[in-house]
């Protein structure tokens, strides 16, 4: 009986060892990602060609 309590209590304690160091790197992957897509030029990618006011809308 204490086998698989200690059994139980190193495979808890090992899950969330393993989700802490997922969600690490899904952190750090995420920080990288935003700062890297910050230095896009995304407007000067995409070209969107406006409507002046007055001009006919069809």
């Known amino acids: 009986m204490a086998t698989a309590g200690l059994y139980a209590t190193l495979q808890q304690q090992s899950l969330l060892l393993a989700l802490k160091e997922i969600l690490g790197y899904l952190l750090v992957i ?20 406006f409507a002046k006011a007055g001009d006919d809308m069809v």
């Open 30 to 49: 995420t920080v990288v990602l935003a700062v890297v897509s910050r230095f896009i030029p995304f407007h000067k990618t995409v070209r969107i060609k």
